[in-house]
């Protein structure tokens, strides 16, 4: 395969050896060029030998630099190929709960090893070619990430409503022995791969650590969009307790074995438990935060310690703190700590029910704007609304509905700030 160059840019040490936009970059030191990854790795030599074809007529470019420089190519997307989508139809897909008429991209299903990689995706396996495989382990590509949910192979092809499902389930093997180290998440849905099912999965992936180096247990999140979908139900009390129990288990014997934890429960399982959430040190590195693994124990701990070293005073703002329903608890006790160091705080907390997906939504990440505005219409006083910027897409600007934040602005008469999910930049922003 060939990647068109798009731009090089002025200066660059492309652009000092001629190579021009329109150019065909063909190979990297006679290694043909699939995409960013092959880009990156051959790239990195300090002599690199680019073969290029210009007008159909094929030269070489030869030169000395710097391991890892840039060397100015710019290519029409970041991958050099499209990026790839899911083929699976898991009856947990929360893509598949979402209501029509949102924006296009949030209808997109990535399955993209090398997004993995790069970003930290999950990938299921089910859409990797014996190339990428081969290449993950040749390049020795790590870590990865990977979506297990059961190590049942017919299990996991029902579930995933694929049929080469659970043949992949192989491929862990493979890259534990190539040394691959690998991250997994297992989406619990009740009734279904959790209990004795959920037992077997612990029991195959530990026997992969340590190239399995953590494993993140996360309950199912269920719209009320579901007509046509699998039935699926929430998490009782009493069965996220089981859930803690069987990975808390797994867990001490992986500290024993090999002196790290490897299996986590998310912080929802201990919310939904009722039962008290671990302590940071319970976490090792934190290598499952985006799976929602630690959160909670790492933004306490955060804002403690800056609590502690403040040498700051409250400005004296009107503060109204938006959250999601499941982090209120934690965000209100720590409003009430800041309270107890200054006196006459003017800080409210608000928990803001998801009535666009459903109440049983209940993280922040998924709040709207549209609620964020009903909800607060008539208890924002004036001054600063905080909300957590995972509400708000990459760009900083909308929400899941497309509510901009100068509209929430505009409707509550309020200035809208956001806060990183950091425990000590929050008690900054309490305090202007």
């Not at 991958?79 to 008429?101: A, E």
């Not at 080469?164 to 991250?183: S, T, V, Y």
């Not at 009107?318 to 200054?342: F, H, Q």
Request: net charge negative; charged share 25%; hydrophobic share 40%.
């Amino acid at each position: 395969m060939s990647v068109a160059i798009s731009g090089v840019r002025a200066g660059s040490i492309a652009a000092r050896h001629g190579i021009k936009t329109g150019d065909i970059l063909e190979k990297i030191n006679n290694h043909e060029i699939m995409d960013v990854l092959d880009y990156q790795f051959y790239m990195a030599d300090t002599r690199v030998s680019l073969e290029i074809i210009r007008d159909g007529k094929a030269f070489e470019k030869t030169f000395r630099k710097k391991m890892n420089d840039d060397i100015g190519l710019e290519f029409d997307s970041y991958l050099m190929d499209k990026q790839r989508s899911c083929r699976n139809k898991c009856v947990f897909c929360f893509i598949d709960q979402l209501p029509k008429g949102m924006r296009e991209t949030l209808y997109f299903k990535d399955d993209d090893s090398r997004l993995s990689f790069l970003f930290g995706n999950y990938i299921t396996l089910t859409n990797i070619t014996e190339h990428e495989v081969e290449r993950i382990i040749s390049m020795h590509i790590s870590p990865i990430n990977i979506s297990v949910h059961t190590t049942n192979p017919e299990l996991r092809c029902r579930m995933m409503n694929n049929r080469f499902a659970g043949e992949c389930l192989k491929l862990l093997q493979r890259f534990a022995n190539a040394g691959i180290k690998m991250n997994c998440q297992i989406v619990l849905c009740p009734g279904i791969n959790d209990g004795a099912e959920l037992e077997r999965t612990l029991k195959d992936l530990s026997e992969l650590v340590p190239s399995v180096e953590s494993v993140a247990g996360v309950p199912v999140g269920l719209t009320k969009y579901r007509e046509g979908l699998e039935p699926l139900r929430p998490f009782s009390r009493e069965e996220a307790a089981e859930v803690i129990r069987q990975m808390e288990e797994m867990g001490e014997r992986m500290m024993e074995k090999h002196g790290f934890r490897v299996f986590y429960p998310a912080d929802e399982f201990y919310l939904k438990a009722e039962l008290p959430l671990p302590g940071e040190e319970f976490y090792d590195d934190f290598a499952q935060l985006e799976n929602g693994v630690g959160m909670i124990a790492l933004f306490k701990s955060q804002f403690e310690e800056a609590l502690d070293g403040c040498k700051s005073q409250p400005k004296g703002s009107r503060i109204t703190v938006a959250t999601g329903v499941a982090a209120y608890p934690l965000i209100n006790s720590l409003v009430d700590l800041a309270r107890s160091r200054w006196d006459g705080l003017n800080i409210q907390v608000v928990p803001i029910a998801n009535r666009f997906f459903g109440e049983t939504i209940d993280v922040a990440g998924l709040v709207t704007g549209r609620d964020l505005i009903e909800q607060l219409r008539s208890v924002v006083p004036e001054g600063i609304l905080l909300i957590p910027s995972v509400m708000l897409r990459h760009e900083g600007d909308l929400f899941l509905d497309d509510v901009s934040v100068e509209d929430v602005q505009k409707e509550l008469g309020v200035k809208v700030l956001t806060v990183p999910v950091d425990g000590g930049e929050f008690l900054e922003r309490l305090l202007i």
